[in-house]
């Protein structure tokens, strides 16, 4: 074959391919069978192989294959990712759609397209001249990280739009997700293979998009369903109609989600009851339902409130509930020591997980709910959230059951327990003398937001600890590869990866290490100021509770924890070992210069320009500070719409009170 009829094969097979794609993981029509779709395949493999020129970016050999940044970079969204106003019954969707009339002038009724909301992660494909050039996560809402080789795998994604003459630049909008079949085969699969499994499909989206090896992400089936645009060049080629849109989509080779449409209020309330009653037997989990006004002209007369537009909303389910028993009631340590109540349950698929246990809180709402063991129980879990109790099915008690005791001695150790002062809480005094306090204590020195040693799960810690390897977080840096590689079903390559992850650990950033030491009240926040306030460790620790309180964010009670932190003699002796073994990095001064240098600043209320997030970011690159909280030392209040109280409290002290326009031009340097 001469170099130009291998040139027009590969065209053609590229094409035929792509084709058979979309039949399959698009329209579900498969042509061909699987034999004879790889035999295409391994022919345009050796064709590509022996010709290495002829190889283009968009062949369906090349899905798997590209690298990936490490962290993933950054991706400005040609047009932001807004997100959804939520309403949770049908005289919240009547009030969304009365003002929707007012602010379009439209006469009733108005038309609505109706979707699922799908259950993933937003993601943005942009595609320029018609091949996907970029795809990144929704992020922040600006920008998002860049997930490309990953997206890639993705076979229902196409490389290149089904159009004759696409867009100079189009991004389509969608999500992401696991089939509820496909996630929990992948669970299979992970426990056997001795790996932490998923708690939810969203989850386990996550995760493997956030995968560093494209080779995993592909290995996971991950589908995709657009429900929308971003950016697109030229403008004019997009319909009017939300739903030609989506048939515009299609038409282009993307999968889309269902859309319907229907007319004014009351419509609608019937197609969310229809689309609660189909959720069950979906493949895949819906949280909710979306409505946008069908006509997109009215988009941006309509426009944008805070982060989520004006023309769209969310009618979401209520959280799903399910009756199930408590088999006992435990008392679990966490790393402060104090006591929470858990009930163990037997198993029940509620909210998209099962569930075997759910928070009691403390002493109090036990005592409230009046929860025993036995007893049949209505079990709720919305989203993310920890699953919990809502109430006690008093009929079903079975005869004879007594109320919970609180236990006399720690649980974990059998040392003596302490109550919480001002609240129903028990606390182990114990400390690091306590299995339990010390177990998460370090799961919290190495997780993700803290120390970050990656590959250090529950299971590792657990065998550290029992073996007496590891005691506290300053032991995990004596250990050797060996030391790792003798533990059971740690593979050598494991225990190389896992060793130059607490090896990279070391470099720790001042506020990592304080966040990671798990003093009371200290969260990340109040740990990144604490780092950028003294600058360093030693200062810090020999503040008193004066010189702390002076920190913004730092009260009377959190400062007094902080002082009792560093007195106690094992905190003293750990923290001394962690400051010989780390190579602690100062925190990012807070600029010294800058427009808004040693200023305070409150937010409060909604923004139009940027989220809170971003004015903290900000007025933060500016040289000023941002508190939660109005005080003597606060300097400027910003107030968006619909401010609170804070606002009244600064009009009360004095404070000066800006408007947004007036914190850009002080941004900007003009003030
Ligand atoms: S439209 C401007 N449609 O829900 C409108 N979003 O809570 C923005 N989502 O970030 C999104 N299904 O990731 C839209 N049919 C659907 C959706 C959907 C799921 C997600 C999306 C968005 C989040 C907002």
Not at 128 to 155: F, K, P
Not at 302 to 320: D, I, N, T
Not at 478 to 497: F, W
Request: proline share 7%.
């Amino acid at each position: 074959m001469s170099e130009a009829e291998a040139r027009r094969r590969v065209e053609q097979l590229c094409r035929e391919l792509a084709e058979h794609d979309w039949r399959y993981y698009v329209l579900d029509q498969p042509r061909i069978d699987d034999a004879t779709y790889d035999a295409l395949l391994a022919e345009l493999r050796a064709l590509e192989q022996r010709y290495p020129a002829l190889r283009r970016s968009d062949s369906p050999t090349q899905r798997v294959g590209g690298a990936v940044g490490e962290p993933f970079a950054a991706r400005r969204h040609g047009l932001p990712m807004r997100s959804l106003d939520n309403v949770t019954d049908a005289a919240g969707f009547a009030e969304f759609d009365r003002r929707a009339r007012e602010r379009s002038g439209q006469p009733p009724p108005l038309a609505y397209t109706v979707e699922p909301k799908l259950d993933g992660l937003a993601i943005n494909l942009h595609y320029e001249q018609g091949a996907l050039a970029w795809a990144a996560t929704r992020g922040d809402g600006e920008q998002g990280e860049d997930v490309t080789a990953n997206v890639r795998t993705v076979r229902a994604i196409p490389l290149r739009l089904r159009h004759p003459e696409p867009p100079a630049v189009l991004e389509v909008r969608g999500e992401v997700f696991l089939e509820i079949a496909a996630f929990r085969a992948l669970n299979r699969r992970l426990a056997t293979a001795g790996e932490r499994e998923f708690v939810n499909p969203r989850n386990a989206a996550a995760g493997s998009l956030r995968q560093l090896d494209p080779g995993v992400t592909s290995s996971r089936p991950l589908r995709f369903l657009a429900h929308g645009v971003g950016q697109c060049e030229p403008e004019t080629m997009l319909p009017h109609w939300q739903d030609e849109v989506m048939a515009l989509l299609a038409a282009c080779g993307l999968p889309t989600a269902p859309v319907r449409q229907v007319l004014g209020p009351d419509d609608a309330a019937a197609h969310f009851a229809d689309m609660q009653r189909q959720r069950a037997r979906l493949p895949y989990e819906i949280d909710g339902v979306v409505f946008k006004l069908r006509d997109r002209r009215l988009h941006p007369v309509l426009g944008v409130a805070g982060r989520a537009p004006r023309w769209a909303v969310a009618w979401k389910f209520p959280a799903e509930q399910r009756t199930t028993q408590v088999e006992q009631v435990e008392f679990q340590v966490g790393r402060t020591g104090v006591l929470t109540p858990v009930a163990r349950l037997v198993p029940v698929f509620v909210g998209g997980v099962t569930v075997s246990n759910a928070t009691l809180h403390n002493l109090d709402e036990i005592e409230r709910k009046d929860v025993r063991v036995g007893d049949t129980v209505w079990v709720r879990r919305a989203g993310d959230v920890i699953p919990e109790i809502v109430s006690v099915l008093p009929e079903a008690r079975p005869p004879g059951a007594q109320p919970v005791e609180p236990p006399s001695r720690c649980p974990a150790c059998g040392g003596a327990l302490e109550r919480v002062a001002g609240e129903a809480a028990l606390r182990c005094v114990n400390h690091l003398g306590c299995p339990a306090q010390r177990r998460e204590a370090l799961r919290h020195f190495v997780s993700r937001r803290a120390l970050d040693i990656e590959g250090l799960g529950e299971r590792l810690i657990d065998l550290l600890l029992e073996r007496d390897l590891v005691r506290d977080p300053a032991d995990l840096y004596a250990l050797t590869v060996t030391d790792l590689a003798e533990l059971p079903r740690v593979a050598d390559k494991s225990a190389a990866n896992l060793y130059a992850a607490i090896a990279r650990s070391r470099q720790a950033p001042l506020s990592r290490l304080l966040y990671g030491l798990g003093i009371p009240g200290v969260g990340e926040r109040t740990a990144l100021t604490l780092a950028q306030w003294f600058g360093d460790l030693e200062t810090l620790r020999r503040a008193d509770v004066e010189a702390l309180q002076a920190v913004p964010d730092v009260g009377p009670v959190v400062a007094q924890q902080i002082v009792e932190f560093f007195a106690d003699p094992h905190n003293q002796a750990v923290v001394e070992r962690l400051g010989s073994c780390l190579h602690i990095t100062p925190a990012p001064a807070p600029a010294a210069q800058g427009p808004l240098a040693g200023k305070s600043f409150v937010l409060t209320g909604t923004l139009a320009e940027m989220t809170r997030q971003q004015a903290k970011a900000r007025i933060e690159a500016a040289g000023g500070q941002v508190t939660s909280d109005v005080s003597r030392r606060t300097d400027y209040l910003v107030a968006g719409t619909a401010p609170g109280g804070k606002r009244r409290r600064a009009e009360e002290m004095g404070i000066a009170i800006l408007d947004e326009a007036q914190l850009q031009a002080m941004l900007a340097g003009q003030d």
